[in-house]
């Protein structure tokens, strides 16, 4: 028999002769469930939201894009693409070319990014689940049309189905410093067709509007020239090693990145936010930590008898301490025992039903995304037990002297 053990579980049960320090040990609980579960449901609040980011950028961005490490642009030749789809796990490469140009409907104007894809653009149908209007259409018959995002239609009034042009407007490429505004001439000029509008995130959708390659070759004069390329691979798994290996290929004057990497700054931002909340949260256990620190102290200075008759007996000052230690652990692990089944039992129903809603109209989810994780909940455990030895170890030492 485990003897510190079973003494204090005997003290957590029994009813002790002074009832605040019994208020203070429920206190003591209770602070570390509530904040255990906080820690819990917090985490999994930005998993949630992290993964949602990732979904949006899986719908827009390809899983691997090379652009040039220098410049806005490179040569991009049949040879250049045979290269690339030679190397094994490659599906399709979609030429870009990405540019801001000025578009004009009706009486409506606005700078917006044009972006030039070839047919393996739609043949990927990343934008086919996106599209709330319209069709997902590029060119067809000898005349080029525009999918166009949500908040320039909003902006511009575009109706899909009056079949009016969309004007765009580009500077000629006459290498001179200065441009006429004044002068039709300074300006490469064409019309397509607006067939669709998508909507996918306010970032993409108040900026972007998708056109055929060939239309944005003739208005930003790029000849054989291309922004970027976008890799489809046939199977996810092995995006990482297929990128290693493009890169190596192309060497230092290229960049391949994949869906994180295109969009590293913002999933920094969150996996910061992300530790600074979890370094809060776990500040707050701290503190609630205190209480146990408080009620020990008072249960050792109760006790006093006890220990005597202890140590009469033969125990060690190892023996006294440890029975103090494990009481301190048996009121922290309750309660962080308690502050996990609430915190997972929270996700899982909101990750089920959807209790709390996001509270915005048109939102892209109705309720707050949630993701649970195994490590959020091993290093939430951890703090618990970190914060739980620390506050129980001066108490059971200052009982060892009594």
Not at 164 to 182: A, C, G, Q
Not at 194 to 205: H, K, L, N, R, V
Not at 271 to 280: P, R
Request: aromatic share 12%; hydrophobic share 50%; proline share 3%.
């Amino acid at each position: 028999m485990n003897l510190p053990f079973f003494v204090a579980k005997r003290y957590f049960i029994a009813r002790k002769k002074t009832s605040f320090i019994s208020l203070i040990s429920w206190i003591s609980m209770l602070g570390v469930c509530v904040g255990t579960m906080a820690l819990v449901i917090v985490l999994s609040v930005f998993n949630g939201l992290e993964a949602f980011q990732k979904g949006l950028f899986r719908t827009f961005d390809a899983e691997l894009k090379i652009s040039a490490k220098k410049g806005k642009n490179f040569i991009c030749t049949p040879a250049f693409l045979a290269k690339l789809q030679a190397v094994n796990g490659v599906n399709t490469i979609t030429q870009v070319i990405q540019e801001s140009a000025l578009i004009r409907y009706k009486e409506a104007q606005m700078v917006v990014t044009l972006k030039g894809v070839d047919d393996n653009f739609l043949k990927q149908q990343r934008l086919k689940s996106s599209i709330i209007d319209g069709e997902l259409k590029l060119g067809g018959q000898g005349i080029s049309y525009a999918v166009v995002g949500s908040g320039v239609a909003f902006t511009l009034g575009i109706d899909v189905d009056a079949f009016y042009p969309l004007e765009t407007w580009y500077p000629r490429n006459n290498h001179s410093k200065t441009i006429d505004f004044n002068s039709t001439d300074a300006f490469n000029r064409l019309n397509l067709l607006p067939t669709g509008i998508f909507a996918i995130e306010q970032e993409y959708d108040n900026n972007f509007v998708f056109v055929p390659l060939s239309f944005a070759q003739e208005l930003f004069e790029y000849g054989n020239k291309r922004t970027s390329l976008e890799i489809q691979v046939k199977d996810p798994k092995q995006i990482p090693q297929i990128q290693s290996e493009i890169q190596d290929l192309l060497g230092e004057d290229f960049v391949v990145q994949n869906q994180d990497e295109q969009h590293a700054s913002l999933l920094r931002a969150i996996k910061i936010e992300k530790l600074f909340v979890f370094l809060t949260l776990s500040f707050i256990i701290g503190i609630a930590s205190f209480n146990i620190f408080f009620s020990l102290s008072m249960l050792a200075i109760e006790k006093k008898p006890d220990v005597k008759t202890l140590r009469a007996m033969g125990a060690s000052r190892s023996i006294i301490k440890r029975i103090f230690l494990y009481e301190g652990a048996i009121v922290a692990f309750s309660g962080a025992l308690v502050g996990l089944i609430l915190g997972f039992t929270i996700c899982w129903l909101q990750e089920v039903y959807g209790f709390v809603s996001m509270g915005i109209v048109g939102s892209l989810v109705d309720a707050y995304p949630v993701e649970m994780r195994f490590n959020d909940f091993f290093f939430t455990a951890i703090v618990v037990i970190i914060m739980t030895l620390c506050a129980s170890y001066f108490p059971a030492k200052r009982a060892v002297k009594f």
